[in-house]
């Protein structure tokens, strides 16, 4: 290791003023290694543990030209925890004020007895005037460093080590600002970086930044990175606002248009440029840019990177703005009414700052200087759908602002697009929706009733938060000259924006119940608009159907209705309305009401008359409070069976249907009309999808351990929502709906049963269909009561009436019905469960009630017999004990039984001796193979001789083969070897193909990823633009809606105008000869206005900016006043330390010292004499004019000089 210099620096002692509160002298800095713009220094610190100051530094240190020096707080700072230590690195030149420099430090309390415990942090910061000063509040624990095991401290010395990168940089900034402005709006930054690879490494996980430039009122600045995109380096460059101020009185913001450019360095390569727009600050962007910028590989490789040398431009064109908030009371009707009873909701008259407000209503007021000068720059760069931003405004909650697009939304500019953004920044979850009724309007500077205005009302939310006009009027008359929208290059832009406030709470009863209360707490100031727009509450969710609240004014009546979400399926939904009294609850009105999504009905519900609700005793009406309860009383899908449904989308559709039916028949029970069975039962025959997932339905019903025998009764929802509803009524609504729940569970699993016999019959069904039914007994869900209903019920189906079934017993059912009941009968009783054998039991004896005939009775005794004389342990035991509890039920049963029971024992017998007689067959056939395979056996012996003297002539030839194979061996070693070789060589060039292979494929595979993004890029696009177009569809079929009942209004209107036109028309000409007069007063009094208004805001700048002129005096003021009084001090402390040269204090002093003194008094008279001779003879009268005050002062200065 090559030993480094040490030298140490020439540092300079910090003036007293510079810090006051610092009362440690500062200590010497060393420098291991210094270079121009790179140095690693020491600062050692003796007795650290005697410290007892609050602050220590060192001295200065130079690199690149800039002093810096270490700060650190032995005992903590006032933004650190207790016991912990501060230290921070600090940058001043005290030559000059030029304190801006991009540092890359790191820091090191260095640990002597194990350096690899030493405690390091770094870090890079851009250093400038207001913002000196950076490290950590919070770089170690005190008692870490301060313990003598732990190594930082050798003989009380703590160790400090830094090493200092700095950034060799230059910034040229060129714009078209006249003297005397401070800002621009079209300039052209070049950053120029002259010692790149010093930073390089610092780059991939730190970022580069330039310093700032003014661009309008913001101060912006590049910034360069590294960063990782797919597993590919790449630059990324972004223009981001700084501050500078340390109070910034007014929050800065601008919009531009920019353009970043790596420049190349290499001849014939181009540069790398793209283009962006934004707002940065006041609720815009920190940042706008690109994260891949350019492929690092690229960067290094092109040419972009020569000695260590970046050149970056920024060319940018920004607007010229002033923004205006206002707050109104009442809400417009449509017309453009101004600025009712204007108050600042917040703001400033040049930079719009905007303070909290909670009111709901408010205006906006946009103007923008130069806008036909942006227009004519996006035309030249051919730029379309451009968006220009204002800044943000808080109204009530949310944060608004206008949008622009000068060029429009369309590929062929025609016309200007204008939106209101509505945003809502307390909420981080994005689940937020408000109704507001806005107006846009473009400001005619000529004639304010020439303006264009639109006004609609809609219900913002985090997915719909643009509301407004891709075509609010033609780009041809608003850049007319003529027309007066453009006055002095300027264009005004407004909006006024009312929102309602309001609280929207959600209860859940069930899947398919809920119920909902809207507060409207600003409802009156909504009263007007009710006339000609309907206000809409949020969407909420009941069973999948997404449901919406309306409200308006028809005629004299307050109207209220259900709608639903478009993009639903149709759904049937059962609602009631309340509009609640808020001072009685028990005078409430409420009105129900039935829905289907679909549009085959929905009628609008009447509440009451306005007059009645706005009668201040009423009680409807608290303040301006009114609350809507909407009860979801039940919601089904809208069943069509006979469209049968394919997909997985569509089989999940198909599983709601079958859980809405079984709803309905468990509610029915046993009372189910044998009209709708057979409509069942017809549907599950012809559509088997639909069976299947009912019979999956049951099956998961059934399969459950134990069965839910307790109903639960659901309170009354009103009851619950409405809080207003005294105890009494809440009572009796939930009294009345538990006797509803009771009677709809009397048999609660009939239709199951039902559905389960009838599915015996569909083949591709049966075996799931018993063995759901099995589970179904095991677990308690089925007993013969129901079941013996389930089979009357399938006797009404085949009977015509009750006599019938009397006189013709056997032909009540089918022998396929009969048929598939006795199959399940003898599956169940194949089962081990011990619930199962008693239900089976009672099974067979209700089949022998309700099949009375004596052919069914023959066959399912038959059956029984036949299993209980089977092999089967399991059936033989159950089947004589059904056999026998049947016939001890019914003895007409034990003729018969014993009579099948012995056919069956003949029959057996039979069987017995036919089986005896075919063993004896067997036996005989047994001896005859025994005496055959003998004879083989013998045969086989002789073979085997045979075999074992060809093996012997075998193994003999073996070992002839084995010499002839060790040869052959030999050979083939040598060829392999050879072969060896060869492969060596071909494998070589392999590898060489490869890597050609390998090169060539990942060519291809950066062009393929590049396609891949440019691709998705277009995708991302074309899905935006559908996107927007369907909003336009809805936008426009919601404005058809509005324009259709306007033009009923105005029909209605022009009739009673007509025939009152006929009765003021002989008053018309008197009118308008007023009216005229009036507008031209009205105009001259408005140029007056405006006129005073411009010198109020030009006074109230002036007297903003000597109050800060004066904050300003008052600061320097104080501080010149704390370094008089320091000055002073220490002039009084230098004239008790010099005291015995003038004289005083003699008497105290020795006669050694006297002697001193006085040998210091000659010498200075001495040197005094010898100047004046010299200056005597270089001009002869100016050591006469020297008064000898000053001869005395020079006197003492030169012999302290000379001690």
């Not at 410290?51 to 650190?80: A, C, E, T």
């Not at 309008?216 to 630059?235: I, P």
């Not at 409207?520 to 509450?537: A, C, P, T, V």
């Not at 709809?744 to 591709?764: A, E, K, R």
């Amino acid at each position: 290791m090559k030993n480094r210099r040490v030298k140490t620096l020439k540092t300079r002692t910090p003036k007293p003023i510079s810090s006051p509160l610092l009362d440690t002298p500062p200590a010497a800095v060393t420098v291991d290694c210094s270079e121009d713009f790179h140095s690693v220094c020491k600062w050692v610190i003796p007795d650290f543990r005697r410290i007892k100051s609050r602050s220590l530094y060192s001295r200065y240190f130079q690199v690149s030209g800039y002093d810096f020096r270490f700060l650190m707080y032995p005992k903590g700072d006032s933004l650190s925890v207790p016991g912990h230590i501060s230290l921070y690195l600090q940058v001043n030149d005290p030559c000059s004020s030029n304190c801006d420099c991009y540092a890359c430090y790191k820091i090191v309390i260095v640990n002597v007895v194990d350096e690899t415990k030493s405690l390091s942090k770094e870090s890079v910061y851009r250093f400038s005037k207001n913002r000196k000063c950076i490290g950590w509040c919070e770089f170690a624990v005190s008692n870490t460093i301060l313990d003598a095991n732990s190594g930082f401290l050798k003989d009380g010395v703590l160790t400090i080590s830094g090493e200092i990168r700095v950034l060799d940089e230059k910034m040229e900034f060129s714009s078209d600002c006249s003297e005397g402005m401070s800002y621009a709006l079209t300039g052209k930054v070049t950053w120029s970086i002259r010692n790149y690879g010093l930073l390089k490494q610092m780059v991939k996980t730190q970022k580069i930044i330039s310093s700032a430039f003014r661009v309008w009122e913001a101060y912006l600045g590049v910034n360069l990175s590294k960063s990782m995109v797919n597993g590919a380096e790449n630059l990324s460059l972004f223009l981001e606002i700084k501050d500078v101020e340390k109070n910034p009185v007014i929050d800065r913001s601008c919009w531009c248009l920019f353009r970043i450019s790596v420049l190349s360095q290499k001849p014939g390569v181009s540069h790398v440029s793209r283009e962006y727009y934004g707002r940065f600050g006041a609720g815009g962007d920190t940042s706008l840019g690109w994260t891949e910028f350019m492929k690092i590989s690229d960067f290094f490789d092109e040419g972009y990177v020569v000695d260590d040398n970046v050149l970056i431009s920024v060319s940018f064109n920004a607007i010229q703005e002033s923004s205006f908030s206002f707050r109104i009371e009442g809400v417009s009707s449509g017309k453009c009414k101004g600025m009712i009873n204007c108050g600042y909701l917040g703001g400033k008259s040049k930079y719009g700052l905007v303070k909290r407000c909670d009111d709901y209503t408010g205006k906006i007021i946009w103007k923008i200087e130069n806008f036909s000068r942006l227009k004519d720059i996006l035309k030249k760069k051919k730029m379309k759908g451009l968006c220009v931003k204002s800044r943000r405004f808080r109204i009530g909650n949310m944060e608004v602002r206008i949008l622009v697009y000068p060029r429009g939304q369309s590929q062929k500019p025609i016309h200007l697009s204008t939106f209101l953004e509505v945003l809502d920044p307390g909420n981080s979850s994005g689940d937020w929706s408000y109704f507001i009724v806005y107006q846009l309007a473009v400001m005619n500077g000529k004639m304010i009733e020439k303006s264009v205005v639109k006004q609609s009302a809609e219900r913002c939310s985090n997915a719909t938060k643009n509301h407004g006009w891709s075509e609010f009027m033609t780009l041809s008359s608003l850049f007319d000259q003529d027309s007066g929208f453009i006055g002095h290059e300027t264009a005004v832009f407004t909006a006024e924006v009312h929102i309602l406030k309001e609280t929207f709470i959600t209860t859940e009863s069930s899947d398919n119940a809920c119920s909902v209360t809207w507060k409207m707490e600003n409802f009156l100031s909504f009263k007007e608009i009710m006339l000609s727009r309907r206000i809409l509450s949020r969407f909420f969710e009941v069973g999948g159907c997404k449901l919406q609240i309306g409200i308006y004014q028809s005629s004299a009546n307050i109207c209220a209705y259900l709608g639903s979400d478009p993009l639903i399926d149709n759904f049937w939904v059962n609602y009631r309305i309340t509009i609640v009294n808020q001072n009685d609850p028990v005078k409430s009105l409420c009105k129900e009401s039935s829905l289907c999504t679909k549009a085959y009905f929905n009628a609008d519900l009447q509440l009451m008359k306005v007059s009645d609700m706005l009668d201040t005793d009423a009680g409807f009406v608290v303040g301006e409070t009114v609350t809507l309860v909407c009860e979801i009383l039940d919601c089904c899908p809208w069943l069509e069976f006979f469209e049968p449904e394919t997909g997985d989308m569509e089989a999940e559709s198909s599983d709601c249907q079958v859980n809405v039916v079984r709803a309905r028949l468990e509610l029915l029970g046993a009372e189910i009309s044998p009209d709708l069975l057979d409509l069942l039962g017809s549907t599950m025959n012809s559509q088997h999808e639909i069976a299947e997932a009912m019979l999956r339905e049951i099956d998961s019903v059934f399969s459950l351990d134990e069965k839910c025998k307790l109903l639960d009764v659901t309170p009354c929802p009103l009851s619950k929502e409405v809080p207003y509803l005294d105890s009494g009524t809440r009572l009796a609504a939930n009294s009345s709906h538990r006797e509803e729940e009771s009677r709809s569970h009397v048999h609660h699993h009939f239709s199951d049963i039902f559905i389960l016999i009838d599915m015996l019959s569909i083949p591709s069904l049966t075996i799931e269909a018993s063995g759901a039914f099995e589970r179904g007994v095991a677990h308690g869900y089925i007993d013969n009561q129901v079941v013996a209903l389930v089979l009357e019920k399938h006797a009404q189906r085949f009977s015509a009436n009750s006599t019938a079934r009397e006189k013709n017993a056997e032909s009540l059912f089918s022998e396929e019905f009969f048929t598939s009941v006795l199959a399940l009968a003898e599956i169940l009783s194949l089962s081990i469960n011990s619930q199962v054998h008693n239900f089976v039991k009672m099974f067979y004896v209700t089949l022998f009630e309700v099949f009375s005939g004596e052919r069914y009775h023959t066959r399912m005794l038959r059956g029984l017999v036949d299993l209980a004389t089977s092999p089967v342990e399991n059936s033989l035991e159950m089947n004589l004990d059904m056999l026998i509890f049947l016939v001890h039920r019914e003895h007409g049963f034990a003729r018969p039984v014993l009579k099948m029971v012995g056919d069956a024992a003949k029959h057996d017998n039979a069987d017995h001796s036919a089986i005896r007689h075919h063993l004896c067959c067997l036996e005989e056939k047994i001896i005859h193979i025994g005496e055959e395979k003998r004879a083989e056996l013998s045969n086989m012996s002789s073979e085997k001789a045979t075999l074992l003297e060809r093996l012997t002539e075998t193994e003999a030839a073996l070992l002839h083969y084995e010499s002839e194979m060790e040869l052959e061996r030999d050979r083939f070693t040598c060829e392999k070897a050879e072969l060896c070789a060869h492969i060596q060589d071909i494998e070589t060039q392999l590898e060489q193909l490869c890597c050609k292979h390998k090169n060539h494929v990942a060519k291809h595979c950066m062009e393929k990823r590049d396609y891949q993004d440019h691709l998705h890029h277009v995708e991302t696009q074309l899905s935006h633009l559908k996107s927007l177009k369907h909003q336009e569809l809805k936008k426009l079929l919601k404005e058809k809606e509005v324009v259709a009942e306007r033009l009923r209004h105005a029909e209605a209107n022009l009739e009673v105008s007509c025939r009152k036109l006929k009765k003021y028309a002989s008053k018309v000409m008197i009118q308008e000869e007023e009216h005229q007069a009036q507008l031209d007063e009205i105009w001259q009094l408005k140029q007056k206005v405006e006129q005073i208004e411009i010198v109020k805001q030009d006074k109230e700048e002036e007297v903003a900016h000597y109050r800060a002129c004066t904050y300003d005096l008052e600061a320097k003021l104080n501080d010149c006043q704390k370094h008089i009084r320091f000055l002073e001090n220490a002039h009084q402390e230098e004239m008790e330390q010099h005291a015995p040269l003038y004289g005083v204090g003699l008497e105290s002093l020795s006669m050694e010292s006297l002697d001193n003194l006085l040998r210091i008094h000659e010498d200075g008279i001495k040197n005094i004499h010898a100047l004046q001779h010299q200056l005597r003879n270089q001009s002869g009268d100016l050591v006469s004019s020297a008064n000898p005050l000053q001869l005395r002062q020079f006197a003492t200065y030169s012999t302290i000089s000379y001690c």
